[in-house]
């Protein structure tokens, strides 16, 4: 689906949280991440009026490590049409509270949400201005990695995966949604895309290691295979060298390919102008959705 009612152009803030400190206990480090990204997203509205859609980082409430997200998870409700009961979920309370007081769409980055079941998952909810949930997202690809010396991580240990692709419908087009380690995956991008994205949105958090390495030039190929904006959100770097070092550098780059806006490390938003005839204009110049050929290389 497209973008309804002729809007074709729209203002997208990226929200770079400061990073949650590990060492304070949980209900103190949560209730301080939360105010801080609500005080960021204000001072980014304030100086972009024009953003109709805002997005914030992975797990921009919980430190990012595998033996904080059981202390801090916390039950987050599904897709529903009137506002969610946020009674004993803090950051989902907040994530409304910023959508409905901004009267923005918010993908509201990533929290650590415990099921009915006690499963734990790395989830991204996304709100419409009036705070009600339209999209909810479960990491898909769990970040286990082992590159020895430099970055171990095994997200597996506490997470489970979630097992759903998501994209959603706004005023301004389809929009997809994955988080960090998923936008290693072309194929979940352009599932993404044949679903009808034009924006594939994730809230993420990549490390020193990977970052340099591997960030910006994951998502040109993302934004190159789709022929969609990619936009990755992180939080900042934390100064204490016992934290997990996120990367930063939130960006976004468009349909050719090209960076609109980077970050550094440091806490800050990031403002683009998504323009969807842009898109429509390298999608016809450039037509290789049309010219695939399925046949000769269908993964299994
Ligand atoms: N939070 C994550 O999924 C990290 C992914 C990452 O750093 C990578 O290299 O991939």
Known sequence: MGSEGGVTKFGLLLCQTPPVPSKKGVAEAKTDALEAAKKLVGEGIAAHPGAKMVVLPEMFACPYGTKFFEPFCEPVPDAQAAEPNTDQSPSVKVLVDIAKSHGVWLVGGSVSERDSAGKIYNTCLVFNPQGHIVAKHRKVHLFDIDIPGKMTFKESETLSAGGQVTTFESPFGTIGVGICYDVRFAELALSMRQRGAQVLIYPGAFNTTTGPAHWRILCQGRALDTQCYVAVCSPARSEDA????????????????EVKVELDEKPGFAFVDVDLDYLKDVRTRVPISMQKRPELYELK
């Open 242 to 257: 016992g934290d997990y070092p996120a990367w930063g550098h939130s960006l976004v780059v468009d349909p050719w390919g």
